[in-house]
């Protein structure tokens, strides 16, 4: 599985970008595409989590209820809406694909495929 992030930017906080992660090769009703970031000097971290067959949503407590993640399986793509952006949302964004149990979403080991990143930054 191939994936490709695009949508980063920089943003004033308070504002709104979409990330969209084009997703292609063999992929499964199960497999779930997440979105994990990564700020300087920091651990990746779990944002959230679509799995397709549901299609079922997670979301880190951080960004409820600000972030939205949904997908267009005709297109092979997976978005994520961020809403109500503040600096601590600047980080690289990274979108994952792997065959993983909703119980465990947010362990990034369990994906076998993975973006290169697109840069995030809110400016306050």
């Known amino acids: 599985v191939q994936l490709v992030e695009s949508g980063g930017g920089l943003v004033q906080a308070g504002g709104s970008l979409r990330l969209s992660c084009e997703v292609s090769?063999?992929?499964?009703?199960?497999?779930?595409i997440s979105w994990f970031r990564q700020a300087p000097g920091k651990e990746r971290e779990f944002v959230g989590a679509?799995?397709?067959?549901?299609?079922?949503?997670y979301y880190a407590e951080t960004v409820k209820g600000r972030f939205t993640i949904s997908s267009d399986n005709a297109k092979n793509m997976v978005y994520l809406q961020m809403n109500n952006l503040n600096a601590e949302d600047t980080a690289v964004y990274y979108c994952a694909a792997g065959v993983v149990s909703r119980l465990v979403v947010a362990q990034a080991r369990l994906y076998d495929s993975w973006g290169q990143g697109t840069q995030v930054t809110v400016s306050s």
């Open positions: 090769g063999r992929t499964f009703s199960s497999t779930t």
């Open positions: 679509i799995i397709r067959s549901g299609p079922s949503t």
